[in-house]
């Protein structure tokens, strides 16, 4: 079985309710977890994945979306009016 720990910012939307875990999984922010520890490891440090290459991920992501984009044939553009300063 897998053991795991948090350590938890306390910000004020977070009030326990039917149990830690419960209650960060389902009304807490991304922001309350700290840490995260996974069979005395570390997964989570400060907010940041400790097992993978968050650059990487994000890198992969973005091209990813701008790939299907151009698929799909979208041409990708502001809906605000861009104005010259």
Known sequence: MM???TLLRKPPEWMQHDGPHRDIVLTSRSKTVRTVIVDGRVAL??????????SRVWRLSR????????RLGFAPGSTWPCTAA
């Not at 091209?63 to 151009?70: E, F, H, L, M, P």
């Open 63 to 70: 091209d990813t979306g701008r790939s299907i984009v151009q």
């Open 45 to 54: 440090r400060d907010g940041h994945a400790q097992f993978v290459d968050e």
């Open 3 to 5: 053991k795991f720990a």
